[in-house]
């Protein structure tokens, strides 16, 4: 809280309760940023987090921009639907991290439908 403070932060944008992989740190973050929120008794910060998606939706890669739109426009929930209108610079920032940058991950980013949409809902 006292680093938000400090920089005078109002929005959070985290992952959902299941991490996008289901990577622990990720999950324990989201934890982290609840337990934030409920603990914040001047409810001035927003938080969002990022959808994680089904398998099959995960890496349908540009298809998803239909169905998230569509989901996102129709949900009862506050939703956005960020669609990446630059996916190559997302390649391109990947590849910037040579240790990272390994076949697997570079199959992830052609694939993946994160490279070119993302949606976020309202935590």
């Excluded at 996008?20 to 337990?35: A, E, L, M, W, Y």
């Excluded at 426009?73 to 990947?94: D, G, H, I, W």
């Amino acid at each position: 809280m006292e680093q938000i403070q400090l920089w005078d932060i109002d929005t959070i944008v985290t992952f959902d309760s299941y991490g996008v992989s289901g990577h622990p740190n990720h999950r324990d973050v989201h934890h982290g940023i609840c337990k934030l929120l409920h603990e914040n008794q001047r409810g001035n910060i927003e938080a969002w987090e990022l959808v994680s998606l089904n398998m099959f939706r995960k890496y349908s890669g540009a298809v998803d921009i239909w169905l998230s739109s569509l989901i996102s426009s129709s949900s009862k929930q506050l939703m956005y639907c960020l669609v990446n209108c630059s996916p190559s610079r997302t390649f391109e920032a990947m590849a910037a991290h040579r240790s990272q940058w390994v076949w697997f991950r570079r199959l992830f980013v052609r694939l993946s439908s994160y490279t070119y949409v993302n949606m976020l809902q309202k935590i």
